[in-house]
């Protein structure tokens, strides 16, 4: 053997002998034999855990829903009880009296597996399981059986042992009972809102038909309905829930073609059924009933469970004060009811009217007004959203440019002193389209400033200032307010109230400014309780979302309107301090006062709505009179309220930061050049003409520069002689591209 064979035998010896390196550290315990080990191990744990759970769960002798079902209690803000409710419409159908294709809609919307599965959905139960140990609340799904054992043996509540009960329960339910029976279970025991519990109430409640005679289309909404009967009745929904129950109505006859319950030639034929309107539940008349529905809403779109609700056991205490509300009762009947004779102008039977009271330190509705009374009209007008709130939209315009320290065309900022041009359709300068809105009475006005235009609600300047502002900056502030952004389309007839808002959100828009720019979320429900657990609810008080200056003014330059301005007639010389605001909208649909005290603030609203049919339609000649404007009625009916739920506390006063507007000394006069350009009828146009006339006059300047240096006084405006300004030339004016209806004409 040679060297070189010699040195490689000694390193192979050393080699050998060299000892193997022990693993250390972690992954001494990490093997993955360990790991398959531990996995195995849990995994039978888990098992033995679930068959002795098996085992040791056994199927209720009976269902508890309708044992437990208890009445909800609703009290006044003193404690004293206002109603009891919890009767069950509920009558059980047996499944041979459900049509088949009914029965198949269910399962296609909730279940498509239901026929094939062993009754329990392990995927989804972990799922939801998974959520509410994390505290996600409600999600995950459940089979049909799942959903049957839930409504039936069990309870609505969110726990990991009631939805380790649902799981052994339905898997021996599905072993014990046949598909048919536990479908009909699950139908009959469902709750499909309006205070429906069972496929026949259903059928009767959204139909009125027993379910026997259920169309495909007509089932297939009801199946649709069990996800959400509140956001998906079609009554009471959303644009958005009205496309959403759509889409899944849609689903669902989708998923029957794909069962083969249904043949893609029918499946084109079908429309979309809309249920009837709603009927008044018995034992709810007069405000009573739109309390109990308002309450109950206001605490489902604050995340208490529907179907938790509906099955009872609630104390709900509300902030309503029983004195307050029957002065406001009292104010409404005394004020308007007493002067309508529907039996002899048709027009007051279509006269409709809402309001709500807020304590803007708490945020609480002290007072409601929904209607005639629930049985008689089932819209709650107080809450309402589908009626323009006009002029009473202005003051939110001007907030806008005070947070956003927005100037005029030529640079000048934006305050209670600023001088605009008030010509009637004096078209708008800057803006997104042309725009030339009609003033009151098609009203004509020189130089004008912002305090006056406010005080005679100029449609003209309010329209300018939205330009100058910038019509998404205005949204924005109607938004932090509290109103709805999804109806306003940002148009130029935006700065005239041509959204749709309801008392309940104009009265939280006014709370705002009268706490001094802190949000108010007007809130029915001061407490809400189950068994010993109290719901925790929002604050009704928020954020600032307008600062103190701003909230400050705009209240300032509100006490010129009833002092000086539109609601002086109805409200003026007050032995307590308030600011507010008139609105009449397109055709005199609607009228509106919305006004606050420095303890109270209360929304009026005064709607045309079709006795018959339920369109909108006008209010002129309502108690015999010609237009009702918001300083009418509305006003009065404020005022009438105000002063009753005052009392003898009159000397509360605006504690205001701001040394600008009516509410900081003396009105504004109104300006020299404050003259009708013609004489003005008792009835104007319902559709005033888009193109103006072209009668020759002198042409004011478009962006004022200044403000007048006349002496200020208390003194009402009074037209002087003057000849009127000229109107804007042609193809500058309102041409039908500015988002208004057609015909629309904002009366102030």
């Not at 508890?64 to 609703?74: F, H, I």
């Not at 042992?161 to 025991?189: C, F, P």
């Not at 959203?385 to 005070?402: C, H, N, W, Y």
Request: net charge positive.
């Amino acid at each position: 053997m040679g060297r070189a064979d010699a040195r490689r035998a000694a390193q192979g010896r050393n080699r050998r002998a060299k000892p193997k390196a022990k693993k250390g550290g972690i992954r001494r315990f990490f093997t993955w034999k360990k790991l398959l080990g531990a996995f195995l191990g849990v995994c039978l744990l888990g098992i033995l855990g679930f068959i002795g759970l098996y085992l040791y769960v056994d199927v209720p002798d009976q269902g508890n829903a309708a044992a437990t079902t208890q009445s909800n209690v609703y009290k006044y803000a003193d404690g004293s009880v206002m109603a009891r409710k919890g009767a069950v419409n509920r009558e059980t159908v047996k499944i041979d009296e459900i049509p088949e294709h009914v029965q198949h809609a269910f399962v296609a919307a909730e279940n498509k597996t239901f026929y094939q599965d062993s009754g329990v959905d392990l995927r989804g139960t972990a799922r939801g399981i998974l959520n509410t140990l994390m505290g996600r609340g409600k999600q995950g799904g459940s089979t049909i059986t799942q959903q049957y054992v839930k409504n039936y043996y069990l309870s609505q509540e969110q726990t990991v042992s009631r939805k380790l009960q649902e799981i052994v329960i339905s898997l021996k339910v599905d072993n014990k009972m046949d598909k048919k029976d536990i479908l009909a279970g699950y139908m009959n025991t469902s709750y499909y809102g309006r205070g429906a519990y069972g496929i026949q109430a259903a059928a009767q409640a959204y139909y009125g038909v027993d379910v026997g005679k259920l169309t495909v289309s007509q089932g297939a909404y009801l199946a649709s309905l069990l996800q959400a009967p509140s956001q998906y009745d079609w009554a009471i929904a959303s644009a958005g829930g009205k496309e959403l129950v759509q889409k899944r109505w849609a689903y669902t006859l989708d998923n029957m073609v794909e069962m083969k319950w249904l043949s893609p030639e029918d499946r084109r034929k079908q429309t979309f059924q809309q249920p009837i309107k709603p009927k008044p539940l018995p034992g709810v008349a007069g405000q009573i009933g739109y309390f109990i529905n308002a309450a109950n809403d206001e605490l489902i779109r604050k995340g208490v469970d529907e179907k938790e609700l509906a099955a009872g056991g609630w104390t709900i205490t509300l902030g309503i004060d029983k004195k307050k509300q029957q002065e406001l009762e009292k104010a409404v009947k005394n004020k308007l009811t007493d002067d309508l004779k529907p039996d002899v102008r048709k027009v007051d039977r279509d006269a409709q009217l809402g309001a709500v009271s807020v304590d803007p330190e708490s945020g609480h509705v002290v007072a409601m007004y929904g209607g005639a009374g629930y049985t008689k009209h089932y819209t709650n007008n107080a809450t309402r959203a589908d009626f323009q709130p006009a002029s009473t939209f202005k003051p939110l315009i001007f907030a806008s440019a005070l947070e956003n320290h927005a100037k005029t065309q030529s640079g000048v900022p934006i305050t209670p002193g600023t001088v605009y041009d008030g010509r009637n359709r004096r078209p708008v300068v800057g803006g997104t389209k042309p725009f030339a809105p009609p003033n009151e009475d098609e009203r004509t006005y020189g130089r004008i400033t912002v305090q006056q235009a406010t005080n005679n609600s100029v449609n003209s300047v309010f329209a300018q200032m939205g330009a100058d502002v910038g019509l998404d900056e205005v949204k924005k502030t109607a938004v932090s307010l509290g109103m709805d952004g999804s109806r306003m389309d940002v148009q130029p007839a935006m700065t005239l109230g041509t959204m749709g808002a309801s008392p309940l959100q104009m009265a939280g828009a006014y709370a705002t400014l009268d706490h001094h720019g802190r949000k108010v979320t007007p809130a029915l429900v001061k407490k809400a309780e189950h068994g010993s657990q109290e719901t925790e609810l929002p604050d009704p008080i928020g954020s600032q979302v307008l600062t103190r200056n701003t909230a400050d003014t705009v209240t300032s330059v509100l006490r010129g309107v009833v002092n000086d301005g539109t609601a002086k007639e109805a409200i003026g010389n007050t032995d307590y301090q308030a600011a507010g605001k008139t609105g009449t909208s397109d055709d005199n649909k609607s009228a509106w006062f919305v006004g606050y005290t420095p303890k109270l603030v209360t929304a009026v609203g005064m709607f045309g709505e079709e006795s018959k049919g339920g369109k909108q339609v006008t209010l002129k000649g309502t108690g015999g009179g010609g237009r009702v404007n918001g300083g009418g009625y509305p006003a009065k009916v404020w005022a009438a309220y105000t002063a009753a739920a005052i009392g003898d506390n009159t000397g509360a006063k605006f504690d205001l930061e701001t040394d600008l507007g009516a509410g900081s000394g003396p009105a504004n006069t109104p300006p020299p050049s404050n003259t009708p350009s013609h004489t003005p009828s008792q009835t104007p146009s319902q559709t005033p003409s888009q193109t103006p006339s072209q009668t020759p006059s002198h042409t004011p300047s478009q962006t004022p520069s200044r403000t007048p240096s006349h002496s200020p006084s208390r003194t009402p405006s009074k037209p002087p002689e003057t000849p009127p300004a000229s109107p804007p030339t042609a193809g500058t004016g309102g041409n039908g591209n500015d988002g208004r209806p057609p015909g629309f004409e904002d009366l102030g």
